[in-house]
């Protein structure tokens, strides 16, 4: 049988996890049954240069942020039998699956990329980073001491001696490390060090959208003053837009990114506008400055 086209792989395994769309996923499978082994097993080049199956893809995706939902389209493809690994583990934040997953696969432990040294695990609880620690994984490299939380100038020293804007094998950089750990002290004294502010990662991301994903306030002030650049998943929502979707929406931020440039106040999440979606979310306080800014928009036009 005569693989999918790519066209219909793409929708299955990128597009519509992207989107959490289990409903629309299982009406291609049915509609293209002989299809089925390629569309969940079959795998395609992605991010990173690697290879990508429908699952892998869906994990990678849920350590981004605002793409939390992908964890339940990797529930999903698990159910059509898919193999429960290591990074499923972290990705649904199942400890118990995780120590199973390297007991039967030590070397995992000390990989030739220190587990570490991967999003997934920058990103995943601190208790995941402390089983590592416990089975001896090599914490030696300054990007995973920046993930399991080595002091600031300890980590700053080797950042500097280490020329200060290398990256990691996934193309982040010393300052995205840090504030995709949410090391807002860390991440202000390596953009006092000369840090580049404007090397994106590997993805595409630059260090002022990680700063308000990650709700880093003073990092993040300190980069819209300089005019640091918006990045792929900025220009695609909308910088505003991103901080308010943010895992930790801060008012300080948004209030900086609107006195900086507020052309992005009639945007809508979900159909909602900003405000009502605030409101909506429990995020009073900020709703109530978006609605204040609204109005002081309309009195100057």
Same mark, same amino acid.
């Given at each position: 049988?005569?693989? $999918?086209?790519?066209?219909?792989?793409?929708?299955?395994?990128?597009?519509?996890?992207?989107?959490?769309?289990?409903?629309?996923?299982?009406?291609?499978?049915?509609?293209?049954?002989?299809?089925?082994?390629?569309?969940?097993?079959?795998?395609?080049?992605?991010?990173?240069?690697?290879? #990508?199956?429908?699952?892998?893809?869906?994990?990678?995706?849920?350590?981004?942020?605002? #793409?939390?939902?992908?964890?339940?389209?990797?529930?999903? /493809? @698990?159910?059509?039998?898919?193999?429960?690994?290591?990074?499923?583990?972290?990705?649904?934040?199942?400890?118990?699956?995780?120590?199973?997953? @390297?007991?039967?696969?030590?070397?995992?432990?000390?990989?030739?990329?220190?587990?570490?040294? %991967?999003? $997934?695990?920058? /990103?995943?609880?601190?208790?995941?980073?402390? $089983?590592?620690?416990?089975?001896?994984?090599?914490?030696?490299?300054?990007?995973?001491?920046?993930?399991?939380?080595?002091?600031?100038?300890?980590? @700053?020293?080797?950042?500097?001696?280490?020329?200060?804007?290398?990256?990691?094998?996934?193309?982040?950089?010393?300052?995205?490390?840090?504030?995709?750990?949410?090391?807002?002290?860390?991440?202000?004294? /390596?953009?006092?060090? =000369?840090?580049?502010?404007?090397?994106?990662?590997?993805?595409?991301?630059?260090?002022?959208?990680?700063?308000?994903?990650? =709700?880093?306030?003073?990092?993040?002030?300190?980069?819209?003053? %300089?005019?640091?650049?918006?990045?792929? /998943?900025?220009?695609?929502?909308?910088?505003?837009?991103?901080?308010?979707?943010?895992?930790?929406?801060?008012?300080?931020?948004?209030?900086?990114? @609107?006195?900086?440039?507020?052309?992005?106040?009639?945007?809508?999440?979900?159909?909602?506008?900003?405000?009502?979606?605030?409101?909506?979310? =429990? #995020?009073?306080?900020?709703?109530?400055?978006?609605?204040? #800014?609204?109005?002081?928009?309309?009195?100057?036009?």
């Amino acid at each position: 049988m005569g693989k $999918i086209s790519r066209k219909d792989w793409f929708r299955f395994a990128v597009a519509l996890p992207e989107e959490g769309d289990v409903e629309s996923m299982q009406q291609i499978l049915d509609s293209t049954p002989e299809h089925a082994d390629d569309l969940l097993f079959g795998t395609r080049p992605g991010p990173d240069n690697g290879n #990508y199956s429908a699952i892998s893809y869906s994990v990678w995706l849920s350590t981004l942020p605002g #793409y939390s939902h992908a964890k339940d389209v990797v529930r999903w /493809l @698990l159910t059509k039998g898919h193999d429960y690994d290591i990074w499923c583990a972290l990705a649904l934040e199942d400890e118990k699956g995780f120590k199973i997953a @390297l007991d039967n696969n030590p070397s995992l432990v000390d990989a030739k990329h220190s587990l570490f040294d %991967m999003k $997934i695990v920058e /990103l995943a609880e601190s208790k995941f980073q402390d $089983i590592l620690i416990e089975l001896g994984a090599d914490i030696s490299s300054p990007f995973t001491q920046i993930a399991v939380g080595i002091d600031d100038k300890t980590i @700053l020293k080797v950042g500097v001696d280490c020329l200060i804007n290398i990256k990691d094998h996934r193309g982040s950089t010393f300052l995205i490390s840090a504030l995709t750990a949410g090391r807002d002290s860390l991440a202000c004294k /390596l953009i006092e060090a =000369g840090a580049n502010v404007n090397d994106p990662d590997g993805d595409g991301y630059t260090a002022l959208e990680m700063a308000c994903v990650h =709700g880093c306030t003073q990092s993040g002030v300190k980069l819209i003053d %300089m005019g640091a650049a918006t990045g792929k /998943l900025g220009k695609r929502r909308g910088l505003l837009r991103l901080a308010i979707e943010s895992d930790h929406p801060d008012v300080v931020i948004i209030k900086k990114i @609107l006195e900086s440039d507020a052309s992005d106040l009639n945007k809508k999440i979900d159909g909602k506008s900003l405000p009502r979606w605030c409101e909506d979310n =429990g #995020y009073i306080e900020i709703s109530t400055m978006l609605r204040e #800014y609204k109005k002081q928009k309309l009195q100057i036009n």
